[in-house]
């Protein structure tokens, strides 16, 4: 985005390139629910000594998984809003160029 003298210009591939790295970095949840669930279900992820551990911990388990799908929503609603303000800006930009291209009569840029 750049200031302009009454506005601003956006670049959509730009929004568009920041939703893929938001989109990149809720995918990275899937890891780390992963190894949550391997934790939570295993009696040996902590050792013999600690064998008791996991099943004091699945609570937690649970509570971080809730917390991780609710990270993961927001980052999705994040993700298709970016695509949305990408897609507006877009359409703009046609719309303007339609509307300036009909007031000019037909003229294309190789009549120009």
């Not at 938001?22 to 990275?28: I, P, S």
């Not at 929503?73 to 970016?82: K, M």
Request: some cysteine.
């Amino acid at each position: 985005m750049s200031a302009v003298t009454d506005g601003f210009a956006v670049d959509a591939e730009q929004i568009r390139a920041h939703a893929r790295n938001v989109d990149a970095l809720r995918g990275r949840f899937d890891a780390v629910k992963t190894a949550s669930a391997h934790i939570a279900q295993d009696d040996s992820a902590y050792g013999l000594l600690c064998s008791w551990m996991p099943a004091i911990l699945e609570g937690r388990h649970k509570r971080q998984d809730e917390l991780i799908a609710y990270v993961e929503e927001n980052l999705s609603l994040v993700v298709q809003g970016l695509h949305r303000t990408a897609d507006a800006y877009d359409n703009v930009d046609t719309d303007a160029d339609a509307t300036i291209r009909k007031a000019g009569g037909g003229l294309t840029r190789s009549a120009q």
